[in-house]
């Protein structure tokens, strides 16, 4: 049965927008009335980006970088009147080799990235989204974690570090925010994207879940809809 969101007049920040779970979830906003404001280091000219630029007010900003960040939350909120929810979806996989054979680079990628992108977006929003919160009741965050983010696992420990710690900051958001700003995640497992059937071409594709049906819970989450529901991890990998 399909359900209908109303976030008109609602101003959604979502980061990591040109990929495939990003594009996805502005789509979904713009399909429910906001105003989606989409940024990503990547430009939409690039043959990465996934997204109909037409479907958001772009920014582009490096997410890892502070300075970017703050000039980019200040900039949509001086465009569009502020800022009512944030959907920190930029992040990457990287694996495939133990800990003693993974290189330091590659453990500062993964947790600029997957973590450090997601406090500052948080950080940097978080005084907006409580200014929100007072004036209507409605403002929150939805990060995404993952599914192997609940126990380790061979190859791939430093992208399961990085998500329980997405994990972890969600749930001290919460906490911190209690009455204001609801914070929650969401725990995919495999995303059916382009990058990843490049990846695993042997895969049984249709065990994993469509971006679009990620996006529709990531909605349901800042909706009124959950308005009891803050600090949670909610998994949406399906039957996989």
Not at 216 to 225: K, M
């Amino acid at each position: 049965m399909p359900v209908d969101f109303d976030f008109g007049g609602d101003v959604v920040l979502v980061t990591g927008a040109g990929g495939a779970l990003g594009s996805a979830v502005c789509e979904a906003f713009d399909a429910a009335g906001a105003t989606v404001c989409g940024a990503d280091v990547v430009t939409p000219e690039s043959e990465d980006f996934l997204l109909d630029p037409d479907v958001v007010d772009f920014y582009q900003g490096d997410f890892t970088d502070e300075d970017d960040v703050a000039d980019t939350v200040e900039a949509i909120v001086d465009e569009h009147g502020g800022l009512d929810y944030l959907v920190t979806v930029a992040g990457t996989w990287r694996g495939g080799t133990p800990v003693e054979e993974t290189d330091v680079d590659t453990f500062d990628f993964l947790f600029d990235v997957n973590l450090k992108t997601m406090f500052l977006a948080s950080k940097h929003a978080l005084p907006h989204l409580r200014e929100s919160a007072s004036d209507d009741d409605r403002a929150g965050i939805v990060s995404i974690s993952a599914r192997s983010s609940l126990e380790g696992g061979e190859g791939d420990g430093l992208y399961r570090a990085t998500k329980a710690g997405v994990r972890i900051l969600t749930e001290t958001i919460a906490e911190e925010n209690l009455g204001e700003v609801r914070a929650n995640a969401v725990m995919p497992s495999v995303i059916d994207t382009p990058m990843n059937r490049e990846m695993m071409p042997d895969a049984d594709f249709e065990e994993w879940v469509d971006p679009g049906d990620i996006a529709q819970v990531i909605v349901f989450l800042c909706s009124e809809a959950a308005s009891v529901t803050s600090g949670a991890a909610v998994p949406v990998y399906g039957e996989a």
